[in-house]
């Protein structure tokens, strides 16, 4: 072989039965077990390329085969000499049905791939945003009655810290900023500019304390699945998408 | 710009009994197609403008080929009965400028191989799309999953009540499919 | 779609020396506009296109044109030499249907909860309503100042002189009051 053809080029060990069997146009259905065996324990000689979840597939396909081959060695049972049955007893049969299985999928993912191409390369835009202060839906759906009772709640919610409070000596620290302003502020930025940086959503932060509730709230739509991150080198800014 | 809504109005006058004619009724999708940004489904739409929904598909299936024909620089895309305006995949290169070079990456060999599987066998369990490929596919399967192609789509019962996949309408749009039915026939596979 | 293509390739053809005939370049330009939503200006497109300037705006003028003259859902406009993609106005109730369920989540907790501290506790500082809710309430205030649901109305003699927020006349109107004495009696205003 000129170039090596690695083990680990291939997704297992039906990928590289196919390669085999197509090198040395062999016929699906009549595999020279004997050849393919011996070609197909020549790559695995550089199982040690791959990691041991893979390679322990490749290892019992080696089984498999070295097993067909030694069936096929045998003579065969002279009570079953009709032909139909003849096709049941090869010992070839269900590794060529996995293997016919397996290419079916392989083509097909061979037509996905350009399908996939097409569509990758479509961008789509953001929502637009209506700003209109007249028709203004800001109160829509909210009653005195809700006024009044988040009023309430704040009321009791004051009450409640007041008693716990009481007995802490130690001011607390006011919290300044919080993870969920800082959710909305950078759902709005990324809305608003399409090309974010990190650095941008941080200048003008006041404190370190402001940096870090900055990059929660980041970490946190991520897992919301609202935007991605991704940086072009270590170290390098992180550069925000919105999803 | 008068003479524009001159013709605007004639063609609305012409138009009689129907309250819009079919010219206005695509410039509105058109319309909420782009203010949306996201995908619109028929009912969104035949809610809005108080159409019958085999009406708006009707149109909107036109409106595809309209955009084609007239060399647009956006495209309607179709998925799941949903609709959304996209640019043309062979204006990336200028795109690309304008926007961040973020280049999407495209799917490994094995996650093709696994996802054809759950595709054409769905529901399916991760020991069959492994007896299939021959290989372990937790990973691929993982991956798939994050990436939102592929999803939970209930469990089998069998021992162990194994986890069934299934591919999703996100799957339908990565590939550009209106549906499950436009799958490449297997039949027409040579093998 | 095979068709449209050779279309494409003829048109293209037949434009010997350019690079691009001009309808491709138009379609270029509606993906541009469409994938940035923000307006581009000449500088811009013809750094993408590398096309000359004073040719980039006569396309982009005559697209503003194409635009209205075939009753496009989307026009082009030009402010400052910058040239962007919006909706048109006549299309602006469908838009809002379409639109306002998002807002229709109408005032987020945050809001609420600050509006309703301003009308009980009216003339408050931005420093109280703080306080009180435990996190900077900022943003929400300038939003409920923006919709004119509250507003600055004196300043409190105390360092600083920090500016006193209350509800407005809108506010009242919306809600059907008559005056603040006959907003819900609430528990317990000391807070």
Redesign the interface.
Known sequence: MDYQVRISNFEGPFDLLFHLIEKSEMNIYDIPIAEITNQYLEYIYDIGNLDLDNASEFIVMAATLLEIKSKMLLPKDPSSKDEASSDLDDPRAELVQKLIEYKKYKDISMILKPMEEKRINVVYKNAEIIDDVKEDKLLLNITLEDIKEAFNEIAKRRAEEKSINEGLEQELMQEEFTVDDKIDDIREFVRCNKNTVFSELITGSKNKFEIIITFLAMLELIRLREITVYQNSIYGDIIINQC | ?DN?LQ??KQISMADDGKEFDI??I?????????????P?SIE?IS???QIEKFEVKKILDEMIVDF??E?????I?CFNDKY?????????E??R????P?S?Q??S??A??T???I??KQPVTRQSID??????SDRVIRNLIEK?LVTDVGRLDAPGKPILLGTTEEFL?????KDLSE??K?ED?E?
């Open positions: 710009m524009d013709t605007y010219k206005k695509k410039s509105i999708i058109e319309g909420l197609l782009f203010a949306s940004g996201e619109l969104d809610d809005i403008l084609d024909r060399l647009r620089g956006i495209q895309i959304q305006m996209g640019t043309r995949p062979e204006h990336i200028y795109i400028k304008l926007l961040n973020q999407k495209s799917l060999r094995a093709l191989e996802i054809a599987i595709a054409y007896s299939i490929r021959g290989v372990k939102r749009k990565y590939f550009g499919l799958l490449p297997v596979l093998i």
